[in-house]
């Protein structure tokens, strides 16, 4: 199915919550479970928000429809994107066109389909950045894009990843799957005092004057 006639049969489904094109095939939502998707889920978010909140010119999104290419119409359970000077806009009816730098999905495991298709799609359309948190695996996988492929990005000494794209943001895994908040917002808060972070929002402000 296209994108085209995919959006034009969703709107037609009001009733429909959510719906998804992956690679020209529709999948549909299933009913969430609150231990391995809802509170996983409320946790990542909380720690994105976070590093949002301290870095202005970066936005935030959770469970937004994403335009990525005419074969896939997705809405990743959260992103990051550049807002100005990045790869993705907003369109006039309000949904995203293009790759955010920064894609997270919550999956009961490995052999969900955003460890496949999804990773897939997000890979060739430039992604830069997919965290999948396999819930009932307790497993966290975080690739960074390198030369058109997929490759994992490995914690430091302490546990913790540090993204590549988004100066600052940083993330104590052990912590998030020990459901240790405060020692996932330790780390970050950690990595946001950093003068590499503080460029990053300067760079950010910078460029938004001049768009």
């Known amino acids: 199915m296209t994108r085209c006639e995919f959006e034009r049969r969703y709107a037609c489904l009001p009733h429909v919550k959510k719906a998804e094109l992956i690679e020209g095939v ?12 809802a509170e996983p889920h409320a946790r990542l978010m909380t720690w994105l928000s976070l590093y949002a909140f301290d870095t202005p010119g970066v936005r935030l999104s959770n469970n937004a429809t994403v335009r990525l290419d005419l074969d896939n119409e997705l809405q ?3 992103l ?29 495991s490995s052999a969900s389909h955003d460890l496949h298709d999804k990773l897939h799609a997000y890979r060739r359309n430039g992604v830069r950045e997919y965290v999948v948190w396999r819930t009932v695996d ?3 996988d975080w690739f960074e894009l ?21 100066p600052g943001l940083a993330l104590a895994v052990d912590a998030l799957l020990a459901d240790d908040m405060p020692a996932v917002r330790v780390a970050l808060e950690e990595a946001m005092t950093a003068e590499a972070h503080r460029a990053f929002v300067a760079k950010l402000a910078a460029h938004a004057q001049h768009s």
């Open 146 to 166: 390198v030369e058109d492929a997929y490759r994992p990005l490995a914690p430091d000494d302490r546990g913790v990843i540090h993204s590549k794209v988004f």
């Open 138 to 140: 307790e497993c966290l």
């Open 76 to 78: 990743p359970d959260a």
């Open 80 to 108: 990051l994107r550049i807002e100005s000077g990045g790869q993705s806009r907003r369109d006039d009816d309000g949904y995203l066109s293009g790759a955010p730098e920064f894609v997270a999905e919550i999956a009961a």
């Open 26 to 37: 529709v999948f549909m939502g299933s009913p969430v479970r609150e231990d391995v998707h």
